[in-house]
C-alpha cells in the first residue's frame, strides 16, 4: 500500500539556520505529494505541493521538488524564524485510474523547533 | 467565521460511553474526513465522505461509524468508547477536482481523553 516515511524528529534549530526535513514515499503510479503544517493548539494547514514528477512547491520561502527517481519530497528553508516552530508533515494522495476520493496518507510528522 | 469547526473541542468520557464528535462546514465541500492523531503515528484516516449519505471506510475504521445527512455536517460515533480510542479527532474537507478533492481545509480539532 502507499505510505509516508518522514525523517525522525524533534529537530532544534537556531534561528537563521537551514532547514531539511527528509520525506520519501512508497506508492504505485504517480501520486500528489503535499507537506502540512501544525502550529501549536491549531489544525493543518497546507504548506505547498507538488502534483508531478519534477514540480517544485514554494511558499512562505519553504520548497520542496517532486523527486521521481529518489521518491523523495523534502522539505528545505534557507533561514528558519522562531515563527516556523510547528509540526511538520509530509502526505501523498494517489490519484489512481479512477478517483482517490481525495484520501491522503500522512508521514508521522516531525516537530520543529526554533530558537533566538 | 471559520470554514471548518468541530464540536466539542475538548471531552473526558468513561470507558463503555457513547461519544459523538462534530463536524461543520460552511464551503459546499463535496468530500469529508476524519482522521485521528496519535504520536508517531501521524495522521490515520478513520472513515471519509463522498456525499450525503455516501460513507467509506479509512485504515482505521473499526469502533467508529459516520453519518452525512447534510452537506455540511459530519459526525463521527464511537459507541462504546475505548481508551485506545484516546487521541485528538481532526475533521477535514475538500472540493471535487479531477482526482476527487483536492487541497484538504482541517478543523482544529477535538481532544478526547477516554477514563
Known amino acids: 500500500g502507499n505510505s509516508v516515511t518522514q525523517m525522525e524528529g524533534p529537530v532544534t534549530l537556531s534561528e537563521e539556520a537551514f532547514l531539511t526535513i527528509n520525506c520519501t514515499y512508497t506508492?504505485?503510479?504517480?501520486?500528489?505529494l503535499f507537506w502540512y503544517v501544525q502550529y501549536p493548539g491549531e489544525g493543518l494547514q497546507l504548506l505547498l505541493k507538488a502534483t508531478k514528477a519534477d514540480d517544485k512547491g514554494s511558499n512562505k520561502g519553504f520548497e520542496a521538488t517532486y523527486r521521481k527517481e529518489t521518491t523523495s519530497f523534502h522539505l528545505e528553508k534557507g533561514s528558519v524564524q522562531v515563527s516556523d516552530s510547528a509540526v511538520y508533515f509530509c502526505?501523498?494522495?494517489?490519484?489512481?485510474?479512477?478517483?482517490?476520493?481525495?484520501?491522503?496518507?500522512f508521514g508521522q510528522g516531525t516537530i520543529l523547533t526554533v530558537h533566538p | 467565521d471559520a470554514g471548518i469547526t468541530q464540536s466539542p473541542r475538548h471531552k473526558v468520557t468513561e470507558t463503555g460511553t457513547p461519544v459523538t464528535l462534530r463536524c461543520h462546514q460552511t464551503?459546499?465541500?463535496?468530500?469529508m474526513y476524519w482522521y485521528r492523531q496519535d504520536p508517531g503515528h501521524g495522521l490515520r484516516l478513520i472513515h471519509y465522505s463522498y456525499g450525503v449519505k455516501d460513507t467509506d471506510k479509512g485504515e482505521v475504521s473499526d469502533g467508529y461509524s459516520v453519518s452525512r445527512s447534510k452537506t455540511e455536517d459530519f459526525l463521527l460515533t464511537l459507541e462504546s468508547a475505548t481508551s485506545s480510542q484516546t487521541s485528538v479527532y481532526f475533521c477535514?474537507?475538500?472540493?471535487?477536482?479531477?482526482?476527487?478533492?483536492?487541497?484538504?481545509?482541517f478543523g482544529a480539532g477535538s481532544r478526547l481523553t477516554v477514563l
Open positions: 464551503e459546499n465541500h463535496r468530500y
Open positions: 477535514a474537507s475538500g472540493l471535487a477536482g479531477e482526482s476527487g478533492a483536492n487541497v484538504l481545509t
Open positions: 502526505a501523498l494522495r494517489y490519484d489512481a485510474g479512477g478517483t482517490s476520493y481525495g484520501k491522503l496518507t
Open positions: 506508492a504505485t503510479g504517480y501520486p500528489s
